[in-house]
């Protein structure tokens, strides 16, 4: 009944001695250029040497690296690499949690470490065993190693830190907003300690790397300070400008590097994508205002370039559309678009006039794994408005368990499962999976307990038990012999009628 997906990571990290790389030392910039040439072989093997690097030197010889990059495979490539070493950054960072109040409060080095009651957090495989074996200082010290590689990389990280792909709790989307804010702040404040002039040219080296976005860009324009609002608004208007005049130019990565920054900046590109629409069309510049047209909608859904190459123009005229249309378009964005689409449905959510498709949209974040789509369906009755059948709820939340048992997150697990159980109380998959919850949480006798109770309400698949993994734990006890004898016996009956 369950099926477990088994994804291996190459990701050394803060827990990597870098001895290796001492020993030859090599230079991590000399490497990371390699990223941008056009030799397929020098660049993967720059990517394999990068990702097993120390992270803080890696991290800023990719960034500096990508800093004005204008061929796409090349910023792809760093990317990649980028991501490896972020997420294992990211998953020390959050080691330390608060569980006080709901948006969690985060303790990543000083006093606070101690103080709080750390609550052990993986952003994308869980727990280690390794992790949770760890004292509250040496959490408290992994942590604010950590956070201090993310504050040397500086404005350049704040986007990959908001950036939430499935299963990501909202403690630690928190988390992650809190540690971009205080990297900003410190963006806001280099800019009001220069004169107008030096503060220009400090964001301009700055923003030669396009992840420098709407985050930063955006909590400038709103300080509190004059000085640094004027020197951010005018720093906006210039990026904006200079991405609009390659917006259509000839050269294809000059293009979609214009694209995807004025993409990135979000809510402060699209007053002026809107205007440079009509203006496009005035002037009879088709080019120009086709370019424009299009990023307009992409802007309008959070249409990511990877979502837009997967299924094109699915947004078309979207508000002419029948209920039935922009349902099948939820659901298209769901099977084809994947983790791709996740901001998309997001969008939909919150701008849709529908009720129904805002809901439905909701439904297809909850099986993608989305938080915030499950948030909604099980905290707000949505499910009740939207008269989800209870077999699609049932599958939603069984998927949900399974997601979070395979990465080690029983509790999380085990509520999925009791909701199950509370829609219907002999469902034999959910049994089923919350015996193999307890069972590798190792709590045997609830595990008994429960693949008891999946086997009188119909689950007698006996070599599926038999050699699942899962149920390692309970091979050597009493009761499971018995019921695995039981069973059998069964089996043998039937075969006799």
Known sequence: MR??????????????????????????QIIAKDLLGDDFR???????????????????????????????????????????????????ATLSLSEAGYGSIIALGGGMGAQMSPRLAALTSGASDEAEALSPAEIQKRSGSARRVLLACGAPMTRALIHVPPLREFEVQRALYL?????????????????????????????????????????????KRAKVRAIFQEFRDEVLEASIKNLADKNYDRRILAEDQLFRLGALSSARIEKLVKES???????LHNAAKNLQHRLRFSISRALFEKLGQVFEDYDSKTFRERREVCLEIERLGGVDGI???????????????????????????????????????LAAKLAIPKGDLIAIYIDQGIKYMNIRRFANAEKEFLRVLKLDSKNESALYNIACCYSLWGKVENALDYLEKAVKSGFDDLGHIENDPDLDFLRQTERYKRLIAALEQKKKLEGEK
Do not use: H
């Open 343 to 381: 901001r998309s449905l997001r969008s939909i959510m919150r701008r849709e006039k529908s009720e129904k498709v805002r809901l439905l949209a909701a439904l297809s974040l909850a099986r993608l794994g989305d938080p915030v789509g499950i948030y909604r369906i099980q905290q707000e009755g």
């Open 281 to 287: 069309l005035a002037a009879k510049n088709t080019v």
């Open 42 to 92: 020098r660049a993967k093997a720059a990517e394999d040497d990068l990702v097993i690097m120390p992270p803080e030197a890696a991290l800023k010889a990719v960034l500096a690296a990508r800093a004005g990059v204008s061929k796409a495979a090349s910023r792809q490539r760093c990317d990649r690499v980028l991501n490896t070493l972020l997420e294992e950054v990211l998953r020390d």
């Open 179 to 223: 540690i971009a804010k205080d990297i900003t702040k410190q963006s806001l404040d280099t800019v009001n300690s220069l004169e107008r002039k030096k503060a220009l040219d400090w964001l301009r080296t700055l923003g030669r790397n396009v992840d420098l976005a709407e985050f930063v860009i955006g909590n400038g324009i709103r300080d």
């Open 3 to 28: 099926r477990v997906v088994l994804v291996c990571i190459l990701s050394m990290g803060l827990l990597t001695s870098p001895l290796v790389w001492a020993q030859n030392k090599v230079d991590p």
